[in-house]
């Protein structure tokens, strides 16, 4: 088993949490999608077995799964952040 067997869900996961983590330390919400991508792809493995896919089919499942989760997630938190703000005034006008 080398460092990088892409065939291991652990592995997966771990690439998972490290993109949480980055999620959380950058200013951006790419790392998000990626992360739910990560964990489906580690959960695809363990349903299926690790021999369904080879490596480049295993990152092309990645991409596509993450664009889908990245999508969805921008348009869940567009749509939130759409919503009309009480607070959307000038703060000095209370």
Known sequence: MSLLDFHNPLIWLIAAVVLGVAEILLPSTIALGFGLGAVLTAGFLWLAGPEVLGVPGLLVLWAV?????WIVLR???????????PYDGDINEY
């Open 65 to 69: 799964v993450s664009g889908l989760c």
């Open 75 to 85: 348009i869940v938190f567009r749509n939130r952040a759409s919503k009309d703000d």
